[in-house]
């Protein structure tokens, strides 16, 4: 009878009162024949791993409950391999049956589970290092790339010198079909023309013109395969006339500001200085260029910090700034009166902004709130505005004087208070009495309504 029921288990144990191990039959398909060789007559205990044997007198211990437990084997020479056991007791006897099935070909399935998981995260990390790669060499590649599928007909994707060359953001331009980027071309044509080219031993160049921006351009193609599709990997570079066009453009640049007689600075973002040219070192007596690059530009102005906010604040607002007058001090302790005017523009992702110095000895053209021959007067009190304290031309003007200074620095700030305080040198509390003494924030409030 032992025998039967053991024919529907991989491995019976028949397991004394005592707790020593009196009959084990192993089934031949099983594989654990070998395992198991000198088990009988051996306490239970020994047979088991520790944490396997603490869960195994716990059930024993309790009632019987029916429910399988999946126990691990171990024994001297180091093997170890999972069972899981249904308990059961002779009729009327403490002899305990214990038939169990091996877990084995299970556990080797969930082994083979975790390492084809681990194999997925480490392609997932490899794929996701490669795109980085991949990535990083289309943006920095200076030379506009493009790929296009040539099933589909559109871009499958850009890099920024390409999508500023077609004049449009990359986001806009990905998926889009190729050919509406450029005038006068039908897609199957474009197409064809680009696939002819790409298998073409001579490195032929397609002509074309920019729909968005109008720049003449020529493209080469190099066609391979990915995803089971044919893509061709584009290079878009002027034509030789728009080069030579571009050139021309930039040694005409170049050539401005290296000779110009206006002072041309350009600063980035914060404020420092990146490049500047002879004029500028001349209006501020520096000797060389290796004193002025990486200086923040507040250094050479009179009222410092205030005017360089007033001026970066005011560009990044609104893209530009005319007109700004102050006073730029020189590598001598001297001063001279300029008018600034700025312009924002993105170089590689970044800030730039280029400043041009004007003498204003030459140019007075001070924007004030008023104009007239009648108030000349009241101009060369305005020109105090910034380099007295409000105390001092109020000394020697009236309150509308008073009220002009305060619209003045209120215009020259941008509208910004705070700025326009410290333009005064007054703090602002006190710019807030006299703003509501001479009505002008009710003025502002009705403006916006």
Not at 53 to 82: C, I, M
Not at 347 to 365: E, L, P, Y
Request: negative net charge; glycine residues 6%; charged residues 25%.
């Amino acid at each position: 009878m032992l025998d039967l029921i053991s024919a529907g288990s991989d491995l019976t144990l028949v397991v004394t009162p005592d707790r020593v191990v009196e009959r084990v039959l192993a089934a031949p398909l099983s594989g654990l024949a070998s395992l198991v060789t000198g088990w009988e007559g051996r306490e239970l205990q020994s047979i088991f791993a520790e944490e396997s044997w603490a869960k195994l007198s716990t059930r024993l211990a309790g009632p019987d409950t029916g429910s399988a437990l999946e126990l691990n084997h171990a024994g001297p020479v180091q093997y170890e391999f999972p069972v899981r056991y249904v308990l059961r007791r002779f009729p009327g006897t403490e002899t305990l049956l214990m038939l169990g099935r091996d877990l084995r070909p299970l556990a080797e399935v969930q082994q083979q589970l975790v390492q084809a998981h681990r194999a997925i995260g480490r392609d997932h990390e490899a794929q996701r290092e490669l795109e980085t790669r991949y990535r990083v060499l289309m943006e920095e590649n200076s030379f506009p790339l493009m790929i296009v599928s040539e099933t589909t007909g559109r871009i499958v994707d850009l890099n920024s010198s390409a999508a500023r060359l077609l004049g449009a953001q990359r986001n806009d331009l990905l998926n889009s079909p190729v050919a509406q980027e450029f005038d006068g071309r039908r897609r199957g044509e474009l197409i064809e023309t680009l696939a002819r080219n790409a298998t073409s031993e001579a490195g032929e160049y397609v002509d074309l013109n920019v729909r968005r921006t109008a720049q003449r351009v020529k493209v080469s193609a190099k066609m391979f395969r990915a995803s089971r599709d044919r893509l061709l990997l584009c290079r878009i570079g002027l034509s030789e006339s728009a080069q030579s066009q571009e050139n021309d453009r930039s040694l005409m640049m170049q050539n401005l500001f290296e000779k110009g007689t206006d002072a041309i600075v350009f600063v980035d973002g914060n404020g420092l200085i990146k490049a500047a040219n002879e004029a500028f070192l001349h209006l501020t007596d520096s000797h060389s260029t290796s004193v002025v690059i990486d200086r923040v530009f507040s250094d050479f102005l009179s009222r410092g910090a205030v005017d360089l906010k007033v001026l970066l604040d005011n560009v990044k607002r609104v893209g530009h700034l005319r007109h700004y007058r102050t006073r730029l001090n020189t590598d001598y302790m001297g001063e001279v009166s300029v008018e600034l005017s700025a312009t924002l523009f993105q170089d590689n992702g970044k800030q730039i902004i280029g400043i041009v110095a004007r003498d204003s000895v030459v140019t007075d053209r001070v924007i004030l709130p008023v104009s007239g021959a009648e108030h000349e007067g009241l101009r060369n009190v305005m020109r105090l505005v910034g380099y007295s304290t409000l105390k001092e031309i109020v000394d020697e003007t009236t309150e509308i004087i008073e009220k002009m200074c305060i619209e003045a620095a209120l215009e020259m700030s941008g509208n910004n208070r705070a700025a326009a305080a410290e333009l005064l040198s007054l703090s602002r509390q006190s710019l807030y009495v006299k703003l509501r003494k001479f009505g002008i924030l009710n003025k502002e409030a009705s403006d916006q309504a």
